[in-house]
């Protein structure tokens, strides 16, 4: 039995989630891959564990100070490394550090935080293929939905030609309930802030930004783009007011925060964020709450659909998981 030592960096609710079910599944992957599955080492800014022989849930209370940094990560013996940081697509950090220093040293790494991979997604491309390391990033391109995995797997061969994704679950849940209580983006944020079905500061998901980040990797990542933000155009829902509303839904219209891709006869790909608005016969337009969908058109296997979610931070941790089977299955088999 091959024995594969896990690291966990940044470890908030996703990083401690996906901790918790990689334990859980320990007996899973003996039976399945022969693997004897370790978790060597967390942390989180300030503070970390590390034990070689494999830690333990009760033991994710008592963090040790100072054991934290990529230099940690990297001294734990980690066969593979899981990114759970804070996301900053402008500076990359603090993920970037991580992802650089183990792709260096050919470890496989699946990348949950979005930052680094917006911000240096061609550099990251690049360690990897000369290190012989896996990058895996379904927790960052949308989690529970699939999308570069329905790219990378279900439609390989295929020419894609467009890509349309309600891919952010707040600003669907906004427009959901600007629909059916006929208010305009004001009002709606206020009552979800007040029924906590929105954090306090939700920019970064109402102007588009996260929708912008994942579309952006899908188009690098899955696509072969080499995109940067600033060639996307990205419009957020602070604009939609009650009475565009009104206009949409008099004409059995429904908005939704879509993030596309254009992708055309000379390999060019466009990619913008912006409200679309679906007739109700749509199924893009039967996506509510905090639901997200995806939908792929390629040359030969027409529409491709793809709608979920999950409980956060469970979804998340398990689409990292299933990241981390994909790698098991490539290295162990
Ligand atoms: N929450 C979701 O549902 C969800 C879904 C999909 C993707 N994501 C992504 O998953 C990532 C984590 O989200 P979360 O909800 O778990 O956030 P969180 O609860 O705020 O946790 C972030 C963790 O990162 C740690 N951290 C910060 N700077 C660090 C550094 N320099 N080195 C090591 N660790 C560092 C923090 O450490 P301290 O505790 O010491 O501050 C904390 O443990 C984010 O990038 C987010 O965008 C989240």
């Known amino acids: 039995?091959?024995?594969?030592?896990?690291?966990?960096?940044?470890?908030?609710?996703?990083?401690?989630?996906?901790?918790?079910?990689?334990?859980?599944?320990?007996?899973?992957?003996?039976?399945?891959y022969d693997a004897d599955v370790r978790l060597v080492a967390v942390c989180g800014s300030r503070a970390g564990l590390s034990d070689a022989n494999g830690l333990e849930a009760d033991q994710f209370d008592a963090l040790e100070p100072g054991l934290s940094g990529p230099d940690f990560i990297g001294t734990s013996g980690a066969d593979i490394l899981i990114e759970a940081g804070p996301s900053d697509f402008r500076t990359g950090g603090p993920g970037l550090a991580y992802i650089h220093s183990a792709l260096s040293s050919g470890r496989d790494t699946i990348v949950i935080s979005k930052g680094a991979l917006v911000h240096s997604g061609r550099e990251l491309r690049d360690l990897a293929k000369a290190s012989g390391a896996i990058l895996k990033l379904s927790g960052a391109s949308a989690a529970a939905l699939p999308t570069i995995d329905l790219v990378e797997h279900s439609l390989t061969g295929c020419r894609v030609l467009s890509v349309e994704g309600i891919l952010n679950a707040t600003t669907n849940f906004l427009l959901d309930a600007m629909v059916s209580k006929g208010v305009g983006f004001d009002a709606a944020l206020k009552e979800a802030q007040k029924g906590g079905f929105a954090e306090a500061d939700t920019r970064n998901d109402t102007e588009g930004w996260d929708t912008a980040c994942k579309l952006l990797l899908l188009a690098n990542f899955g696509l072969g783009a080499e995109l940067a933000m600033d060639d996307l155009v990205v419009e957020g829902i602070h604009g939609v007011t009650a009475d565009r509303i009104d206009a949409w839904r008099a004409e059995g219209l429904v908005p939704k925060l879509v993030g596309s891709l254009e992708c055309t006869d000379d390999g060019t790909i466009s990619a913008r964020v912006g409200v679309r608005a679906y007739p109700n016969s749509d199924p893009l337009a039967q996506v509510s709450g905090k639901n997200k969908a995806i939908r792929i058109t390629t040359d030969a296997m027409g529409e491709t659909i793809a709608i979920g979610c999950g409980e956060e931070p469970l979804a998340t941790a398990a689409a990292a998981l299933k990241d981390f089977e994909h790698i098991l299955k490539a290295r162990v088999a």
């Open 1 to 32: 039995m091959r024995v594969i030592r896990v690291a966990i960096a940044g470890f908030g609710g996703v990083g401690r989630a996906t901790a918790n079910l990689l334990l859980a599944r320990r007996e899973h992957y003996r039976s399945v």
